[in-house]
């Protein structure tokens, strides 16, 4: 990726061109020098001072003239601002990324923040080949979502840098021919849907995705690579990423709709090259070990390969769910139901079994082991949740579903509480809702019970947090708040603050992804699915509506 993100200059002719343009950039920063008043022109200076390339200077302050308002320019404490905001933004960058050809929308600074962040939460950019236009726009549109730096700029500027970024992968979305950038960019526009909690445009851009996956014919291009040369492993390992990123992306999406899983495991090596897992270790974001000056947080070798598993695993669940959803809510479970959810369970054990220390969360805390860990959780979640609370999976140590259920979710809140206690910063990881979603679906269904009571407040504190950068976090919440309430139950004293000024009293439920299930409610409460629909939150959503309406 980074050699697509450089311009590199050939013949005499560029080169002439690239000092000329930095000949006016460097003349650009004198007259700013010369011309601006006292205060800001020492500010400029005190910086030049600090950088390596005063050319990186220039192009910030110019960068953050062309950010203001028309008109705007005028106002000094505006432009110093953004001049500020820019240049910061691109020293505490440990990835920096020329902003042009990509896009327009932002300088080089800001670019440089978001794909940064985009690396430290969710890849690693030494894997990192492939890259378009496109797919830049919406790195940027989905960790602007994240970024204080952003927040402020809408602040002075008063636009959406946000939806200017969205807007610009939209222009640059070309239907023509697959490709690699095109494929992962569809799936972070799902992914900006679904923290928008838009489900309609979410879902043509998922099914998208798939369909260009398809058409791609990875298996066989990916088979056609026979060479060792690097140049074949890195597009090997590009199309294998991919193609496993997007199935572990739809392995979580089906479990929190609890649908099948439509697609298939990948037919190519997962991921390639294959890891021995077992000597996973910490390293940066360049692929260097990991050390206390690093840029946080570290990554651990090998466990992309771990969330494989899981999410192969995850896919079998669901088949299976689906082939005995006609046996669900029936009482304490069939024996042969309750063997097959023990084989299911052995799998899970064993992948867990088998990690090294390096991807344990007890001995090495770091998002990617916290996350596989909730990961796993889920899988649990989804292997027990047909069954009756009270049904014994272990008679000698007298284990129920609803016990362990309740042992996962402290283990999930534990987990992340620590993980915003480790990085209080709102620059954080999608995959922060999968674990409170998850635990709040668990929990409801369980109140008045003393455990789940003092725990929900502690899952809503998390969710809370999480809906300062997921507007959908919201919406989970009012689905909630409406499933508590229509049973007749108080809200537990101290999560009530957590459900203050979520929004507006009535919804437009035309986007919300009304499928995404919320809470269990049928099987433990006895009343029936039709009734509650399964705790879909488009189905609590339209209670709470017709009850604001009352």
Known sequence: MFALLSVTVNGRRALADKLHLENLELRELLHHLSTLPEPEAYDIFQRLRLVDDPIDLALSIRQAELLLPIGASEDSDKLTTMQGLEFGALGGSPVNVPARPWTTVAGDGIVSELISAWFKWDTEPQNAKYCSPFLVNAICALRSYFSETVDTIQRVTKQDMREQFLSETKKQYDHGLPALPAIQGLCILFAISCLKGEDRDGSLYRFASYGMLERFKMKQTFSSLTDTNPESVLNQRAISKTMWGVFCLESIISTNFRHPNILQPPKVPCPFPEFDYKNAVNVDIFGETFTDSSPAPPFVTGAINVFCQVAMLMSDILTQGQDCKDNEDTGMGDRTNLIEKGELMARLNAISDSLPSALRHDYNFTPETCFLRIAMNTAVHAILRPLHPRAVLDEMNGMTVKSLMLKNCALDIELMERYFEEWPTGEFSTMVM??????????????????????????????????????????????????????????????QPY?????????????????????????????????????????????CNARNIE
Request: glycine share 6%; aromatic share 6%.
């Open 434 to 495: 999968i674990g409170p979603l998850k635990s709040g679906a668990v929990l409801l269904p369980l109140l008045p019970d003393e455990e789940a009571v003092h725990m929900f407040p502690r899952v809503c504190r998390l969710m809370r947090k999480v809906a300062t950068r997921m507007p959908i976090a919201r919406y989970v919440m009012k689905g909630w708040e409406t499933a508590i309430w229509s049973r007749e139950l108080e809200m537990p004293g101290p999560a």
């Open 499 to 543: 459900f203050q000024n979520l929004g507006a009293e009535s919804e437009d439920l035309q986007d919300i992804p009304t499928r995404l299930v919320v809470a269990h409610i049928p099987s433990i409460v006895d009343m029936p699915t039709n009734e509650w629909d399964d705790g879909e939150l488009g189905f609590l959503l339209q209670k």
